[in-house]
């Protein structure tokens, strides 16, 4: 990926992707654990939600709610079954195209919160 795409942002595009619908920040939590067997850092989701929405890849409604754009279900698709070869293919996507320079800041506490109800789930 070019210098301005992290690793971070396809992660949390993936996590986001997988459920197909929209999806709730603890949701995105849950399936970015699943998919790299770690819990994201806030500086991490709110730096690749900036990115993401930038480039018209995610959309974030009310409630910290995300659902992929046409754009970004289109750049999801693919036909790989493979979960680690389907996220290498979204860093090579995204690797061709400009980052947005979109900001999104979670509100105090909202990161916090989302991550001790996915703890106690």
């Given amino acids: 990926m070019t210098s301005d795409w992290e690793f971070a942002d396809a992660w949390v595009f993936a996590a986001i992707a997988v459920y197909d619908r929209p999806c709730s920040l ?11 067997h ?3 850092l806030e500086d991490e989701v709110e730096s690749a939600l900036g990115k993401l929405t930038g480039s ?3 959309r974030v409604y009310e409630g910290w709610t995300f659902e992929l754009t046409d754009e970004g279900s289109s ?6 079954r493979d ?7 979204i860093e ?3 690797a061709v ?3 947005g320079r979109g900001s999104v800041r979670l509100p105090r506490g909202v990161m916090d919160r989302a991550l001790a109800e996915y ?3």
Avoid: C, K, T, Y
């Fill in 26 to 36: 603890v949701e995105v939590i849950g399936a970015a654990d699943w998919i790299n």
């Fill in 38 to 40: 770690a819990v994201l």
């Fill in 56 to 58: 018209d890849l995610v």
């Fill in 75 to 80: 750049m999801w698709s693919g036909g790989v």
């Fill in 83 to 89: 979960l680690q070869a389907h996220l290498d293919q």
């Fill in 92 to 94: 090579e996507r995204l």
């Fill in 97 to 99: 195209i400009e980052p």
């Fill in 119 to 121: 703890r106690s789930r």
